[in-house]
């Protein structure tokens, strides 16, 4: 991996890290007006985890928390999260698959 690739890896990693961060706190104040927005931020963090190669372990912790979340969504709004169920999916069978 490039020097630039890495920087950009390490820079969604924080990222995503702290979208989990904020978003656990907002849902933790009103579950249901913020669900979406950690269900999205874990699936983020999972997926970065996933892409860049490392902390697998984390990644896989990360979608099995995401995968409720998301089917709760699915069940509740449906148009919202179509576009990004098929990708959320994905990434819970490359993460909890066999390897």
Known sequence: ???????????????TARAV?????LAARHRAAHQDHLAF??????????????????????ITEAAPLWGT???NEPGLVAPCFAMVADT????????
Do not use: N, Q
């Open 1 to 15: 991996m490039s020097e630039e690739a890495s920087e950009v890896s390490a820079e969604a990693l924080d990222a």
């Open 73 to 75: 969504l699915a069940e």
């Open 92 to 99: 819970h069978a490359r993460l909890t698959g066999p390897e």
């Open 21 to 25: 961060s904020l978003s656990r706190g």
């Open 41 to 62: 931020a874990v699936h983020a963090y999972a997926r970065t985890r996933l892409l860049a190669g490392t902390r697998r372990e984390e990644a896989r912790d990360a």
